[in-house]
């Protein structure tokens, strides 16, 4: 995994030494993107630590990221040095760049840190060229907050998927959406030959595999927008990712070794508390104190 960086993480920002779920979300977005930046004048608005514009700095002509955090900026410009990569501090919505100067804006998780919606995607549409594209991402509030009940303190203001269309269609005329969630599967592939397509298959009651759909709600929705008609043929129908230390993996069996251990423990001291009941003196002070309990 990536090596600790010197800020801290408060829960607000997303940092690379993070682990389990998180990491999977962030990183997975930003490589996902970067099909998209080929040779392209990039903007990473709200970058943070840096690491997804220096993800996509490998693939772009130059990459520009840009935070209100002073700390995070000066943190990303001495982690990720990059002739076509530089920072800069200021606020999102206030960004000084010269109009439609940008190939590509980069947005993942930050409108719904602001409360100024239509105001952040009017400041991307200006500052894209007339053919450029947007690349933003946000939790959708019916499955990440509603459903679960989870209240994250530093969201101002989030989005059902119908106000967020309706937000992007106010700026941009076509629309591309992608749906990201964290799962638990298998993988089966050839060993001989590359990765052309990947079949996501979910097991029903039926015996029969569900091939064609998703069987559940994405957790995030990640949306291509331009004014331009966006090439779907440069879109996959599905996106794997995974971290080749398979981390998230690694915790998972970490925690279920931890509980097996945890559970012998526990079933010793209960049978060692049984024994401890029979017993003539012993046992008439444990009933003694069961009783004034």
């Known amino acids: 995994m990536t090596e600790k960086s010197q800020l801290e993480f408060t829960g607000e920002r997303f940092l690379p030494e993070c682990q389990r779920e998180i990491w999977y979300e962030h990183y997975h977005r930003y490589h996902v993107a970067a099909n998209w930046v080929k040779g392209k004048v990039v903007l990473d608005a709200a970058c943070g630590e840096g690491y997804g514009s220096h993800i996509l700095a490998q693939h772009a002509d130059r990459v520009l990221g840009v935070d209100v955090s002073e700390e995070a900026v000066a943190h990303a410009k001495n982690s990720y040095t990059k002739d076509n990569l530089r920072f800069m501090k200021s606020d999102v919505l206030a960004l000084d760049l010269p109009e439609k100067s940008v190939d590509v804006v980069v947005s993942f ?47 101002v203001k989030e989005l059902y ?32 030959q590359p990765l052309n397509q990947l079949t996501m298959q979910t097991h029903q009651e039926s015996g029969q595999a569900l091939t064609d759909q998703m069987p559940f709600n994405p957790l995030y929705f990640v949306v291509l927008a331009s004014n331009k ?31 097996i251990s945890v559970a012998k423990k526990f079933m010793k001291l209960n049978d060692q508390q049984e024994k401890w009941r029979k017993h003539p003196i012993i046992g008439r002070c444990i009933r003694w104190f069961d009783k004034e309990k």
């Open 229 to 259: 008609k966006i090439d779907t043929n440069l879109i996959n129908d599905c996106y794997g990712f995974t971290d080749a230390e398979e981390s998230v993996y690694e915790h998972y069996n970490e925690m279920i070794r931890e509980y």
């Open 109 to 155: 998780e930050t409108i719904e840190h602001l409360a100024a919606h239509q105001e952040l995607l009017a400041v991307f549409k200006r500052v894209l060229k007339d053919d450029g594209l947007l690349i933003i991402s946000t939790p959708d509030k019916a499955e990440y907050s509603d459903k679960t009940g989870f209240n994250n303190e530093y969201h």
């Open 161 to 192: 998927r119908d106000e967020f269309e309706t937000l992007i269609a106010e700026q941009f005329d076509h629309t591309e959406w992608l749906g990201q969630k964290l799962m638990f599967q298998s993988a089966i592939w050839r060993l001989n």
